[in-house]
């Protein structure tokens, strides 16, 4: 069965500082995918970024980047110079890939880090 | 561009009263989904549809029934509300090209008293 595990469930920094998301994973798939989502205040779920099994390259868009690592099963999300609209929750989760080997909407989730960004 | 449009956006039922949640989506894509998000628990699968016709339980599908209606449209029914379905409900439908996220819709929060 597949996990996945956040053990932030709050954290609260100050604006401009950098913050760290921490997931973990389970599965026995060779290929899967994971994902990082946010949700705003507002509820709505905001994709951030997809990841395949076979590509551990880190990645950087702007203020956010991630660092996927297959050996510790880690797939963490950095926030760099953090502002207050960046206050939400944030979702790590994980899929099988479908049997075309393309990525699926049918995801595991973890439990989500609550992130505020005080001025 | 509307996406995943979700109705209602809020509802109140009673224990033991039913309801259909509705689901559309604009994009042509072949799955769709419904996960409820609990406190504390993230969101969970409950039943999903892989193509039109086509419809499998998830981790949570008891108490509940969907119907793949068409390749636009999913819904999700609760026949006998409990207060342990109240919960916020997210659709969701991913197309079937390489490397496609889910789309989730606006959610909807449903309270059973």
């Known amino acids: 069965a597949q996990k996945v595990t956040q053990a932030q469930t709050e954290i609260s920094v100050v604006e401009k500082e950098d913050v760290t998301l921490d997931c973990v994973y389970e599965?026995?798939?060779?290929?899967?995918?994971l994902f990082w989502y946010k949700q705003p205040p507002s509820g709505e779920l905001v994709f951030l970024i997809r990841?395949?099994?076979?590509?551990?390259q880190n990645e950087i868009s702007g203020r956010y980047s991630w660092n996927f690592q297959k050996s510790t099963s880690s797939f963490n999300f950095t926030i760099t110079a953090s502002q207050v609209v960046d206050s939400a929750v944030y979702f790590c989760?994980?899929?099988?890939?479908?049997?075309?080997?393309?990525?699926?909407?049918?995801?595991?989730f973890g439990q989500g880090t609550i992130l505020t960004v005080h001025p | 561009n509307a996406g995943v449009t979700q109705t209602p956006k809020f509802q109140v039922l009673k224990t033991g009263q039913s309801m259909t949640l509705q689901c559309a989506q604009d994009?042509?894509?072949?799955?769709m989904y419904w996960y409820r998000q609990d406190p504390g628990m993230g969101l969970r699968l409950i039943y999903y549809?892989?193509?039109?016709?086509?419809?499998d339980k998830g981790e949570v599908p008891n108490g509940y029934n969907v119907s793949r209606l068409n390749k636009r449209e999913f819904s999700l029914r609760l026949e006998s509300a409990a207060p342990s379905q109240t919960s916020v409900y997210f659709c969701?439908?991913?197309?079937?090209?390489?490397?496609?996220?889910?789309?989730f819709g606006q959610g909807t929060r449903l309270t059973v008293v």
């Open positions: 969701a439908s991913s197309g079937g090209g390489k490397n496609t996220e889910a789309f």
């Open positions: 599965t026995r798939d060779t290929t899967y995918y």
């Open positions: 990841r395949n099994s076979f590509d551990e």
């Open positions: 989760a994980l899929s099988e890939a479908s049997a075309g080997g393309t990525s699926y909407g049918k995801l595991t």
């Open positions: 994009m042509n894509h072949n799955s």
């Open positions: 549809s892989a193509s039109e016709g086509t419809t």
